[in-house]
């Protein structure tokens, strides 16, 4: 069985002990390779490797740094179908939902081969006599991105371009899940003429997060998972003076006033709450009906439902597997849950028929109605194809339960009325709001992230935020002096 390796210094590198983890085929069932799991040494060779090819990528030109960008973006254009069949191999979405996200990250590595622009500082002329003020804008040094198994593509995107134009040096740790999207990465990376040393990659658990967030040289990490783990990362790393991003998990809620539209609110929900298997941190996992629109919507969504194929991302079907057997029978432990809650399982994805092989991690979608908010099933994330409803008897009530929840990563609202969306996205205490949109991810030039337990920091990725994130400003005062000499004081200049 193949071996996925640690990319460091340019070349693919072996693990110091034989510690592995298995990386499976979900729509398979079985392991298909082992993913090396790193252990301290192996963390330092990376981050060392790191370190020594800081100095002269952050004295290389930004036209130049621009230039490798811009290659990378060439390369991973024409060859996205390649990195898309290696996301679904190991991921299970399908096909056209990985290019999809590929091409999400495209859009940061575009971003990024303008870092010229983005990089200038700012100078103010005479603000004293003869006293001129600047700011320049210069990277960190070595920056960790630690990724999630959902977006094994997408997610190290929004970081690395934007780092590694700015100046900056990465050791990338991926999900152990999905490790081989992060080194098809890397050889196209140095493809594109990227110096060795300048993207790294450390496959690996919790040992490698943790070499990470503890070495003196890793200056700032950018963090991407569960909750409790960005809780952990952005203590610990703060803890050990870095600058941390570290972005959790969600429950994102749909708010469905009267006046919708109801067929495009159906579209939406079944495309937000099943596409990738609603493993998705911006997934639809609640509609909040305000009534009497609800028995209408939820006829419409699960009639809807009886279409979706569910199978093998890799033939022509709407919905993949899950990751790994455990998450699938964690995910239908719901409906178990559900059904003790006396709420109403309208479609029951267990046992669905699948175009593909018997053993994948198959769950079908689901839809519960009458949720409690009281409920587990409310309450979690589930990281799945279960969609929950929850019927409200205004505006307001709906707002409530949407601001009362512990995430604040995305939502939507559903309305023909422009003032009511206009006072939706005024008083919703979330990062992401959808009007009329069910999915608001924000485009490269914007920055991603949440409120609450859904970003830990205040930093969101890619778009200005994330330029600043990865960079750190100096001020300059300077004075040039001209021949008439102003003599001694004592005081701040005024004049
Ligand atoms: P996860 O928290 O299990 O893993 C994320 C990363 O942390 C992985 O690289 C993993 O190896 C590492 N890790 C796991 N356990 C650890 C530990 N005990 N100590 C240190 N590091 C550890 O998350 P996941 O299951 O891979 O991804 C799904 C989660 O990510 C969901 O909660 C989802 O909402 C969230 N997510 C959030 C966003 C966002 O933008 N807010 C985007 C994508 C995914």
């Not at 811009?70 to 190991?90: D, G, M, Q, S």
């Not at 630690?146 to 590694?164: K, L, R």
């Not at 009325?417 to 979330?430: I, L, P, S």
């Amino acid at each position: 069985m193949t071996k996925v390796m640690h990319f460091i210094n340019g070349k693919l590198v072996d693990n110091s002990s034989n510690r592995v983890g298995k990386v499976f085929d979900p729509a398979l069932g079985v392991d298909v390779r082992e993913v090396a799991l790193a252990e301290e040494a192996d963390a330092s060779a990376a981050i060392r490797s790191a370190s020594e090819a800081f100095p002269s990528w952050r004295d290389t030109s930004l036209t130049k740094r621009q230039q490798i960008m811009f290659n990378f973006r060439e390369i991973l254009n024409a060859k996205k179908e390649e990195l898309a069949a290696i996301v679904t191999e190991e991921h299970g979405k399908t096909l056209p939902d990985a290019l999809g996200e590929v091409t999400r990250g495209l859009e940061v590595v575009e971003f990024a081969t303008g870092m010229a622009n983005l990089f200038k500082g700012s100078y103010s002329e005479s603000v004293s006599t003869s006293i001129d003020v600047y700011s320049i804008k210069q990277p960190l040094g070595v920056v960790g991105i630690i990724s999630p198994f959902n977006f094994p593509a997408m997610v190290p995107m929004w970081f690395f371009p934007i780092a590694i134009a700015a100046g900056n040096t990465v050791v990338l740790k991926p999900s152990e899940k999905n490790p081989s999207a992060a080194i098809w990465i890397a050889e196209k990376l140095k493809e594109a003429g990227l110096p060795d040393g300048v993207f790294n990659v450390l496959q690996g658990d919790k040992v490698a997060v943790d070499s990470l967030l503890k070495h003196p040289d890793v200056q700032a990490i950018s963090f991407v998972g569960s909750t409790p783990i960005a809780q952990y990362v952005y203590e610990s790393g703060t803890a050990h003076g870095k600058r941390v991003q570290a972005l959790g998990g969600a429950k994102n809620h749909m708010l469905v006033l009267p006046d919708a539209d109801l067929d495009l609110v159906a579209d939406s929900a079944i495309n937000a709450g099943f596409g990738s298997a609603g493993e998705r941190c911006m997934a639809i996992s609640v509609v909040v009906a305000v009534e009497p629109i609800a028995d209408e919507l939820v006829a419409k969504i699960a009639s809807r439902m009886k279409d979706l194929k569910v199978g093998d991302g890799r033939r022509n079907c709407d919905m993949g597997p899950l990751i790994t057997a455990e998450h699938r029978d964690k995910v239908s432990g719901y409906i178990d849950i559900a059904i003790a809650d006396k709420a109403t399982v309208v479609v029951d994805g267990r046992g669905i028929e699948v175009d593909g092989d018997s053993s994948g991690f198959w769950l079908g979608p689901t839809l519960i109605d009458n949720v409690s908010t009281s409920s587990k099933v409310y309450q979690d994330e589930i990281f799945g194809p279960v969609l929950s409803v929850v019927r409200v008897q205004s505006y307001q009530e709906g707002l409530k339960i949407i601001n009362d929840g512990r995430y604040g990563n995305g939502t939507a609202i559903f309305t023909n009325d422009g003032g009511a969306a206009r006072r939706f996205q005024n008083e919703v205490e979330v990062g992401m709001i959808g009007i009329n949109v069910p999915i608001p991810v924000p485009v490269s030039y914007y920055s991603f992230g949440g409120f609450k337990s859904s970003l830990f920091g205040d930093t969101k990725a890619h778009g200005l935020q994330g330029v600043h994130f990865f960079t750190r400003e100096k001020t300059v005062t300077s004075r040039w002096l001209d021949p008439s000499h102003g003599g001694i004081n004592l005081g701040f200049p005024q004049n």
